[in-house]
């Protein structure tokens, strides 16, 4: 049986089993292969050039996507000049709230009141403090629209929190008015500084009097 | 030409049918197989060209032939990738033989097609084609001792499995 011999004649490179033509086609072949090549490359680089188009459209329609959002961003990240003659935020929003409240609730139910505090410079623009305590009148007696004018620095704003922080607590034992101011100071830095300057400035104006008054009983005497 | 001739303008021929084989099917695979067909014809009709530009001529046309053959039987077989398309079994043409024979070849077909893919093409250019270690090392851009290692890893592996079915007496 010639069944080894086949093997190893296969396996020495000696046998070859696919009978292929591996002389070289004729010059009409290759010829022929050749227009066919270019034929089957146009066909399949054409949906490319299709596509193309459609790419471009999308990215265009990304980039003015991106562009949009990106102004947008910058437009909110801007701080933007409050209006001399509107109320200010601080005000409106807690208008809004007292008003939205009121619409919600039963005007017999005792209303609370937020206190709402806000920089005029931007970053973080409101902080609702704990409900402190029933004060359905207490917008009444704060600074209103008349007052907006003199808010317009930022030393003026904080100046009105602080009354209106004031008037707030003013019914409250001193125990809980002072925790509460130290509240906002501990997680406010800004007013801090604020409320240091403002003590620091009414020592200074009181030791000022005082030495103006030691001056003139030394005169007199 | 020469035969030493080809070791030297084999690299370049090379280089050129790949680069036609990936302009065509965009796959580095494709393209070595289409380099591998176009070279191994190209090697078997050396002797009966005139000049290098011919070479380099035919070689184009070769690979381009390829190409086309390739995406006709991919085209033919959708559900296969190119490699198995390549690879596919040729049907036995010896009808002169005996079916004993036949069976034997298959057999043979068989354990040829479980080599790994680099593997199995350079068993092709070896058992189909003829050629030595040195020559696919030309056209396959594969170290010498590589070729003949991994020849010899085929070799091993093909009469494994033919003695497993039988095929080898022990």
């Known amino acids: 049986m010639n069944k080894k011999r086949i093997i190893d004649d296969y ?128 917008m009444d007696s704060l600074p209103l629209v008349n007052d907006s004018v003199m808010l317009a620095t930022t030393a003026d704003s904080l100046n009105f929190y602080l009354t209106k922080i004031e008037k707030e607590m003013e019914n409250i034992e001193d125990s809980l008015y002072m925790e509460g101011i130290a509240h906002l100071m501990e997680v406010d830095a800004r007013l801090q500084r604020v409320v240091n300057r403002l003590v620091g400035k009414q020592v200074e104006t009181a030791m000022q009097s005082k030495a103006s008054v030691d001056t003139i009983l030394i005169i007199t005497f | 030409m020469k035969p030493y001739e080809f070791s030297r303008l084999a690299p370049a021929l090379r280089t050129r049918a790949i680069t036609i084989g990936l302009s065509f099917f965009e796959q580095q695979e494709a393209a070595e197989d289409v380099a591998q067909e176009a070279l191994i014809r190209l090697w078997k009709a050396w002797d009966t060209l005139p000049s290098p530009k011919d070479a380099e001529q035919l070689a184009v046309s070769l690979a381009k032939r390829e190409c086309v053959n390739l995406y006709r039987k991919e085209q033919r077989r959708p559900h296969t990738s190119l490699s198995s398309a390549q690879e596919q079994v040729h049907p036995a043409s010896h009808s002169s033989h005996s079916i004993e024979e036949n069976e034997l070849a298959e057999a043979i077909r068989q354990a040829a097609h479980t080599l790994p893919r680099t593997e199995a093409r350079l068993w092709r250019m070896f058992a189909e084609a003829g050629m030595k270690a040195g020559e696919i ?13 991994m020849l010899s890893h085929a070799r091993k592996h093909i009469f494994k499995i033919l003695k497993e079915g039988g095929y080898i007496d022990e």
Request: proline share 9%; no cysteine.
């Open chain 1, 11 to 138: 396996l020495a490179g000696k046998h070859p089993l696919e009978y292929e033509e591996w002389e070289l086609p004729t010059a009409e072949e290759l010829t022929h292969a050749e227009e066919e090549y270019d034929r089957l490359l146009a066909e399949r680089r054409e949906p490319k050039r299709r596509t193309l188009p459609l790419i471009l459209k999308w990215a265009t329609a990304a980039a003015v996507v991106a562009a949009v959002v990106i102004l947008g961003t910058w437009r909110t990240n801007t701080p933007q000049p409050m209006p001399p003659n509107d109320m200010p935020k601080v005000q409106a929003e807690a208008t809004e709230d007292t008003t939205r409240r009121n619409r919600k609730h039963n005007t017999l139910k005792p209303q609370t009141q937020h206190v709402v505090f806000s920089h005029a410079t931007g970053g973080k623009k409101k902080r609702h403090m704990p409900v402190i305590k029933e004060a359905p009148n207490a």
């Open chain 2, 137 to 149: 090392s030309l056209i396959t851009d594969i170290n010498v001792r590589s070729v003949s290692s």
